[in-house]
């Protein structure tokens, strides 16, 4: 199983402004979307996670 974390993100601009990034919207591709493949998950514990689970039969 892999887990990314998604905690203290900033991003910068052209002039080096720096933005604390406060709001994601995580997305799926058509393989998603038609539910082809169920091995994924994605939530929020006391940050913002996605996990590829990777079933195995």
């Not at 991003?11 to 539910?35: H, L, M, P, S």
Request: glycine share 4%; proline share 0%.
């Amino acid at each position: 199983m892999e887990k990314v974390i998604f905690s203290n993100q900033w991003a910068i601009d052209k002039d080096a402004q720096w933005y604390e990034i406060t709001k994601a919207t995580f997305t799926g591709d058509v393989t998603v979307v038609n539910r082809a493949k169920l091995d994924y998950d994605r939530g929020v514990e006391s940050n913002a996670y996605l996990r590829n689970c990777d079933f195995s039969i």
